[in-house]
């Protein structure tokens, strides 16, 4: 079984600062996928970010990069330059095992301030 | 664009009732997916489905059933509704394969709230 621990449920960043929000994972197969998702309050997943296992250097997508830590088992998102729009409840998700299903972890609420 | 539609964005139903939410993708994907989603616990897998008329069990599937007749198209049934139902459905999608980049899609979800 896969699991993913979102330690923070909630987090406070300066507009344009950069925020760190943590995910540690757990599972015993030696292929796997991360994913990073963002929620807004409108409630629709919108996915940022993917980590494969093999992959050799960090993920990044514009502002979102990933800070991937294999021997730790942690996978952190990084935004740079925090924007108001980036208010939102972010998840983590771990896919490995059989088949293409995905483990979220709790999630983390992040509220970019002026 | 990939375009996961869900019927409903809020639906208030009595207890026992028989619920029916709807999913529909646009991208030809093999994959369906039905979450629900509560404060503190994430999202969490009830039904999935990687073929017309094939579904397989997820961590919660108590309580509810899938329907998967055509390959755009993806139901969770409540059977009889309960309170403790009362929750943030999700639907997804996403291709099929043993590549481990299948990213999952999803609708805008549905918040019931069974009384």
């Known amino acids: 079984a896969q699991k993913i621990t979102q330690t923070q449920p909630g987090m406070f960043v300066q507009e344009k600062e950069a925020v760190t929000l943590d995910c540690t994972y757990d599972?015993?197969?030696?292929?796997?996928?991360l994913f990073w998702y963002k929620q807004p309050s409108s409630g629709e997943m919108i996915f940022l970010i993917y980590?494969?296992?093999?992959?050799?250097q960090n993920a990044t997508e514009g502002r979102y990069s990933l800070n991937f830590q294999k021997a730790r088992k942690s996978a952190n998102l990084v935004i740079s330059a925090s924007q108001l729009g980036d208010s939102a409840m972010y998840f983590c998700?771990?896919?490995?095992?059989?088949?293409?299903?995905?483990?979220f972890g709790t999630g983390t609420q992040l509220k970019v301030e002026l | 664009d990939v375009k996961v539609t869900q019927s409903s964005r809020y639906l208030v139903k009595r207890t026992g009732e028989k619920v029916f939410l709807e999913c529909v993708q646009d991208?030809?994907?093999?994959?369906m997916f039905w979450y629900r989603q509560d404060p503190g616990l994430g999202l969490r897998l009830i039904y999935f489905?990687?073929?017309?008329?094939?579904?397989e069990k997820g961590d919660i599937p108590e309580g509810y059933s899938v329907s998967r007749e055509k390959k755009e198209r993806f139901s969770l049934i409540l059977e009889s509704a309960s309170t403790n139902q009362t929750s943030m459905y999700l639907c997804?999608?996403?291709?099929?394969?043993?590549?481990?980049?299948?990213?999952?899609?999803f609708g805008a979800g549905t918040r019931l709230s069974v009384l």
């Open positions: 599972t015993s197969d030696p292929s796997y996928g």
């Open positions: 489905s990687y073929d017309v008329k094939m579904k």
């Open positions: 998700a771990i896919q490995a095992g059989g088949g293409n299903k995905l483990t």
């Open positions: 980590q494969g296992s093999y992959d050799q």
């Open positions: 997804a999608s996403s291709l099929y394969g043993r590549e481990r980049k299948n990213i999952q899609y």
């Open positions: 991208m030809d994907h093999e994959n």
